[in-house]
């Protein structure tokens, strides 16, 4: 490859480095997209394309209100005082705008979600700060819709659309449209405004190495050549969570497995240590409850899949290997995901891995599990016996434990109630649940043979430590000084909420805001 030279090299084609690179690109900079897979996407592709923003124009126009005050009561709260406040005030000062600014320079249109925060009853809490694409029928040069990342998992939906369901006429409609819901409308729409205003794409050129000139960052280099940065470099490569080694060192006992395309594998990251960068937050990712079927790849590797509603809904139970519940299924994923991190300093184990969702024949003539659709027989992966002794034998749990947990449950199910957990008693919990289920949409009794189960894996969403950086995306060194030249968003970069997971798009809300800042900042070295 000839060398070549943009205002702003962006690393990484997930939702952060488009927006990133858009963001430069509307103030007349040029920009270029250098990603290592063959596709165009990452992560954000592949995701529900939720944003979390409060306070946000799209959700005054669907008649949820907020104010800025309730959000920093919330997050506060959410972050347990290991985020410096200043970080958060400027996410929510900043992402209304980053919303703003999406609608204004691409085709994109938003809807409001209607569902509250994952932690309703908190203080600040407030419905409807999710926003999410209309359906986005892309109108681009085919070459480059043929290289966008998409799920084939997901139907054209909306999140929305999925729980209450859809024509098979609208649906095929779509899929005759190309169009594209959920995060791939959030990249297909972002790709489409990039390519509108000149930004290159490079695909299949992985960075092996950082530029500098004495302690300015001034480029890239690829396997292909040298790329020169003359404003800046961004990195948005994504996460570590397919790096052996990297969750060998930081995430030690945490083991869990990727729901996220195979490419996150800390590229980003590690180029910016070797420049001295810190780090933050090593210790986190975007947990949740998952699930494999035998068989299934992407890219290669062995294809994990988020599981969500069919812990809420009722007639189903989450057990570890003494036969015991230990969550409240319908908790939000990424809190339910840190349960299974718990370590029992008796046993000197972590006691909820393996996990089961135990469930029975009502259950399973009733929704779709692991992918399994009501009309479809129990394939051999989902273990059925015909009684709860013999389920707990076959899986190897406690026959004791599971019996007695099944017993209790179901005595409280048929009252509607959940005395050990609570699940179904908030409005979070009930929106997976089943409307049509009384008295509690959460909650069912387990008792029609044969029962069955499925095993539940600790999964993540990504991880979410990385490089410390600035309100304005500069990447920093230890004692706090900027690397010039430097920046990072996206999972690459060390998340503003810590431990915590606001509600539906609060991976994607701040990482869209800070690569929105990015790209203003980009911007403001050229005034300088």
């Not at 165009?40 to 529900?48: C, E, F, K, L």
């Not at 050129?205 to 000139?213: Q, R, T, V």
């Not at 972590?350 to 399994?372: C, G, Q």
């Not at 969403?461 to 990072?488: Q, Y």
Request: glycine share 12%; net charge negative; hydrophobic share 40%.
């Amino acid at each position: 490859m000839k060398q070549m030279q943009y205002d702003v090299v962006v690393l990484g084609s997930g939702g952060a480095g488009l927006l990133a690179a858009l963001s430069a690109a509307s103030q007349g900079l040029t920009a270029g997209v250098f990603e290592k897979s063959h596709l165009i996407g990452g992560t954000t592709a592949i995701s529900g394309g939720g944003i979390w923003i409060p306070k946000n124009h799209v959700m005054q126009k669907y008649g949820f209100e907020d104010v800025e005050a309730d959000g920093i009561t919330y997050l506060t709260r959410l972050t347990l005082g290991e985020v410096d406040n200043s970080l958060l005030i400027d996410f929510l000062k900043t992402g209304p705008d980053m919303l703003s600014f999406l609608e204004e320079q691409s085709e994109l249109r938003f809807f409001s979600v209607d569902r509250p925060d994952y932690h309703p009853g908190w203080p600040g809490a407030r419905a409807g700060r999710s926003v999410e694409p209309l359906p986005f029928e892309p109108a681009m040069d085919e070459t480059l819709f043929k290289t966008l990342r998409y799920s084939h998992l997901r139907q054209p939906v909306t999140s929305t659309e999925g729980r209450k369901g859809l024509t098979p006429e609208i649906i095929e409609d779509r899929q005759k449209r190309r169009m594209r819901t959920q995060g791939a409308a959030l990249v297909a729409g972002l790709a489409q405004a990039c390519a509108r205003l000149g930004v290159q794409f490079h695909l299949n050129e992985a960075a092996i190495g950082l530029s500098f000139d004495g302690d300015r960052c001034v480029g890239v280099e690829t396997v292909s050549g040298l790329i020169s940065a003359r404003l800046g470099v961004v990195l948005s490569t994504g996460g570590f969570e397919w790096n052996s080694s990297l969750v060998s060192a930081y995430l030690p006992g945490f083991s869990s497995v990727p729901t996220t395309p195979p490419g996150n594998e800390g590229d980003g990251l590690r180029l910016a240590l070797r420049a001295g960068a810190a780090v933050a937050n090593m210790t986190e990712a975007w947990w949740t409850a998952a699930y494999r079927i035998p068989g299934d790849a992407l890219d290669g590797q062995p294809l994990t899949r988020n599981m969500v509603r069919e812990l809420a809904l009722p007639g189903s139970i989450m057990v570890n290997q003494k036969g015991e519940r230990f969550v409240n299924e319908a908790s939000s994923y990424n809190d339910l995901g840190m349960a299974f991190n718990t370590f029992d300093p008796g046993s000197f184990s972590y006691p909820n891995r393996p996990a089961w969702l135990i469930f029975d024949h009502t259950f399973k003539s009733r929704y779709a599990v692991a992918s399994v659709s009501p009309q479809q027989a129990a394939p051999e992966w989902m273990v059925s016996a015909g009684s709860i002794a013999e389920l707990a034998e076959r899986l190897g749990v406690s026959v004791e434990g599971l019996t007695e947990t099944v017993d209790r449950f179901n005595v409280n199910a048929r009252e509607g109630t959940d005395p050990d957990f609570a699940r179904g008693d908030d409005v979070h919990g009930l929106y997976y649940g089943d409307p049509g289920h009384g008295p509690n949409p959460c909650v069912g009794p387990l008792d029609a043979a044969p029962f069955y189960a499925v095993e539940v894996l600790p999964g993540n969403n990504g991880t979410k430590g990385g490089l410390k950086t600035t309100s304005r995306g500069k990447v920093v060194r230890e004692d706090g000084s900027a690397i010039d030249g430097l920046f990072a968003c996206g999972n690459v970069a060390a998340s503003i909420f810590g431990k915590g997971y606001p509600g539906h798009g609060g991976s994607l809300g701040p990482i869209l805001t800070a690569a929105y800042t990015v790209g203003l900042e980009v911007g403001a070295n050229q005034r300088r």
